[in-house]
């Protein structure tokens, strides 16, 4: 039974940073792909970042390229998404996935339409201006 459990939410102010965990249990990690999604308030849930838990290899969408970095630690089960430079456009929920895969090339291949069948709750992002 795939869990996943986002955290690391909170308020913060434009230009600041902050990290998001997305623990996972219930399955076996390394043929996986986790990703990361955002909805802000009023939007469509919108696919941010997503990596390879098998190789590393990772996406990044245009709107938080040069500042959001995604991490893996195979040890713990866990990915992070390290979000720097942080604007209040950034507000919203963010929701971590997962994906069984056939190849760890997914999330490099297929990110800017990547799709999760998997969903962890949401935490809450409040980047204030």
């Known amino acids: 039974d795939v869990q996943l459990q986002a955290s690391g939410g909170g308020l913060v102010q434009a230009g600041g940073s902050l990290r998001l965990s997305c623990a996972a249990s219930g399955f076996t990690f390394e043929s996986y792909v986790i990703g990361w999604y955002h909805q802000a308030p009023g939007k469509e849930r919108e696919g941010i970042s997503c990596i390879s838990s098998s190789d590393g290899s990772t996406y990044y969408s245009d709107s938080v390229k040069g500042r959001f970095t995604i991490s893996v630690d195979n040890a713990k089960n866990t990915v992070y998404l390290q979000m720097n430079k942080l604007k209040p456009e950034d507000t919203g929920v963010y929701y971590c996935?997962?994906?069984?895969?056939?190849?760890?090339?997914?999330?490099?291949?297929?990110?800017?339409?990547?799709?999760?069948?998997?969903w962890g709750q949401g935490t809450l992002v409040t980047v204030s201006s």
């Open positions: 996935a997962a994906r069984r895969v056939l190849t760890s090339a997914y999330c490099s291949s297929f990110g800017a339409h990547m799709s999760f069948g998997d």
